[in-house]
């Protein structure tokens, strides 16, 4: 997995788009419309919390016998090894302030805030995310 304190292979630390837990889950769970994602992995950074919040929701569908762990562990270790993982830490204070005026979770602000601070289109699955980010000048990609 990358993280922001890894040297970067590329050299560049410009990010252009930020790509939420909503969008990994439904390309990591395959969901209707999944491959429409596909063409933004390569470019599109995230945060270490989508990867959790992505494992939690495969780990439902083992639960429901959907998909099996093996699968689960390969999808997250593919997904861990082909996305740029921003540390979170210094987006939470304005997650926090977005989170309580447009009342909507710390977990789906901190993205937003993410793609605020740095000046970087959100791409996401979540509706009332979308509308937060717009409502404060955010570019969202619909997936």
């Known amino acids: 997995m990358f ?3 890894d040297p970067n292979p590329l050299e560049e630390n410009v990010v252009s788009q930020i790509i939420d837990s909503s969008a990994l889950t439904k390309y990591a769970a395959k969901e209707r419309d999944w491959a429409k994602i596909e063409g933004y992995l390569a470019s599109a950074d995230s945060l270490e919390l ?3 919040e992505t494992s939690d929701a495969l780990w439902k569908k083992i639960q429901k016998k959907e998909i099996d762990l093996e699968s689960t ?3 997250v270790q593919i997904l861990s090894d082909s996305v740029w993982f921003l540390d979170q830490r210094k987006y ?5 302030e977005i989170a309580a005026k447009h009342h909507i979770t710390v977990y789906d602000s901190v993205f937003v805030a993410c793609a605020e601070m740095e000046n970087s289109d959100l791409i996401s699955c979540d509706g009332r995310q979308i509308e937060v980010a717009e409502e404060l000048g955010i570019k969202t990609i619909s997936v």
Not at 92 to 96: I, K, P, S
């Open 73 to 75: 562990k390969k999808i």
């Open 92 to 96: 939470v204070a304005r997650a926090l």
């Open 50 to 52: 989508a990867l959790i």
């Open 3 to 5: 993280t922001e304190s």
